[in-house]
Nanobody, 125 residues
Framework: QVQLVESGGGLVQAGGSLRLSCAAS????????MGWFRQAPGKEREFVAH????????YYADSVKGRFTISRDNAKNTVYLQMNSLKPEDTAVYYC??????????????????WGQGTQVTVSS
């Protein structure tokens, strides 16, 4: 199994940037595809980005395309979410998650097997 811990959240002004990190335990990190989700108060958990086990394929929600970049470093057992041009609408708790490649849809939270506890991102204007 995999244990995930997010970090890097905080308070930023609109237009600013943050980089979130998700550190994974275990020696089989590279066997999992990884995703980022977010949940704002009163809203449903929302897909943000996905990256394949090798890092060769990435997918993004339309709302973050061109602004966010997901990446991974399997040697460091870490996945990242670089967030640029942040908007107040990006305010949410951000979660990283791991899934078995080929099992379920990458955009569905139900497809992921392991979750971190989340990190708060607040964008002010």
């Amino acid at each position: 199994q995999v244990q995930l811990v997010e970090s890097g959240g905080g308070l930023v002004q609109a237009g600013g940037s943050l980089r979130l990190s998700c550190a994974a335990s275990g020696r089989t990190f590279s066997s999992y595809a990884m995703g980022w989700f977010r949940q704002a108060p009163g809203k449903e958990r929302e897909f943000v980005a996905h990256i394949s086990w090798s890092g060769g394929s990435t997918y993004y929600a339309d709302s973050v395309k061109g602004r966010f970049t997901i990446s991974r470093d399997n040697a460091k057992n870490t996945v990242y979410l670089q967030m640029n041009s942040l908007k107040p609408e990006d305010t949410a708790v951000y979660y990283c998650a791991a899934k078995i490649p080929g099992k379920g849809a990458y955009g569905s939270s139900w497809s992921y097997d392991y979750w971190g506890q989340g990190t708060q991102v607040t964008v002010s204007s």
